[in-house]
């Protein structure tokens, strides 16, 4: 084969092969929402908010299918005391802040007394929780980044996906999510 005819023949096989390519970046990019939207306060992006066994109300904010799972953030009502069990996500930052109420969030061995106005970061593959401490209602605001599987996790939660599930079949469900509970929820909290 002659040279030119060679060039010529891997060039239009990069050209073929590339398409595909170039179609589905072009599929990527419009995954995600291309103008900016209002959430009305106390008002869920889909009008749907999820309501979680432990008694916990979460809105969305910004899901997961407007930044193409960059991120996730909802507000989370909670009015019973506590918190759900110590855990480490393997691929997610999570931040929350406090809008109302005192919360303990744990990070790593150290535990932040957190009120309005506060905020706590918490690294991916570093264990955390957080308890609502004192009377009243607590509400957060927690950020997922990247968004991993949160939303659909706390969706099927919803839907009472784990209802009946054994102890190992929820640590099982977890991880098909990206986290592990790692520990107990935070007990014996004092309030201050």
């Known amino acids: 084969m002659k040279r030119t005819k060679f060039f010529q023949a891997c060039l239009t096989a990069s050209i073929l ?3 595909p390519f170039r179609s589905l970046a072009h599929t990527v990019r419009t995954l995600r929402v291309s103008k900016g939207f209002k959430v009305d306060a106390g008002k869920d992006r889909f009008d749907k908010p999820i309501s979680l066994l432990e008694g916990d109300t979460f809105s969305t904010k910004v899901s997961t299918k407007d930044t193409d799972g960059d991120l996730y953030m909802f507000e989370s009502i909670r009015v019973k005391e506590g918190g759900p069990s110590h855990h480490v996500h393997f691929e997610q930052d999570e931040w929350w802040y406090v809008l109302q109420g005192q919360f303990l969030i744990k990070v790593g061995d150290e535990i932040h007394q957190a009120k309005a106005g506060d905020s706590v970061f918490g ?3 570093i264990p955390h929780s957080f308890a609502k401490v004192g009377e009243g209602e ?5 950020f997922f980044q990247p968004a991993g599987k949160m939303e659909e996790f706390f969706t099927k939660l919803s839907e009472g996906v784990s209802k009946n599930m054994t102890e190992p079949e929820q640590d099982a469900f977890r991880e098909a999510h990206g986290f592990k509970r790692v520990g107990p929820p935070i007990k014996n909290f004092k309030k201050w």
């Open 17 to 19: 092969l590339a398409t």
């Open 123 to 125: 690294p991916r593959n």
């Open 138 to 142: 607590g509400r957060l605001l927690m």
